[in-house]
Nanobody
Framework: QVQLVESGGGLVQSGGSLRLSCAAS????????MGWYRQAPGKERELVGS???????NYGDSVEGRFTISRDNAKNTVYLQMNSLVLEDTAVYYC?????????????WGQGTQVTVSS
């Protein structure tokens, strides 16, 4: 069974940086696109950024220029480098991946990691 496990969340001051990681574990799977979403209290889940297997990236408007998404295909891991953090970046961040395991291809989600930006 494939699982996504996130790490790297925490508390950071405004203007600071954090790096999130998300690793896929299991066996017999192939990962297509990967990405990060976030959900703040009382708001809908929104796209932070996505990356194709070949490395093509896409970012949400609110993080463009501040966040960088990358991946290591050999490690089945996606990263999110977050710089110049602001209060509005406070949210639970979820890893997402498009994975084929055996004959089934579907989206997988991580359990979420809390990022809190303080003033």
């Amino acid at each position: 069974q494939v699982q996504l496990v996130e790490s790297g969340g925490g508390l950071v001051q405004s203007g600071g940086s954090l790096r999130l990681s998300c690793a896929a574990s299991g066996s017999g799977f192939f990962i297509y696109g990967m990405g990060w979403y976030r959900q703040a209290p009382g708001k809908e889940r929104e796209l932070v950024g996505s990356i194709s297997r070949g490395g093509t990236t896409n970012y949400g408007d609110s993080v463009e220029g501040r966040f960088t998404i990358s991946r290591d295909n050999a490690k089945n891991t996606v990263y999110l480098q977050m710089n110049s953090l602001v209060l509005e970046d406070t949210a639970v961040y979820y890893c997402n991946a498009d994975i084929q395991a055996l004959t089934i291809r579907r989206e997988y989600w991580g359990q979420g990691t809390q990022v809190t930006v303080s003033s």
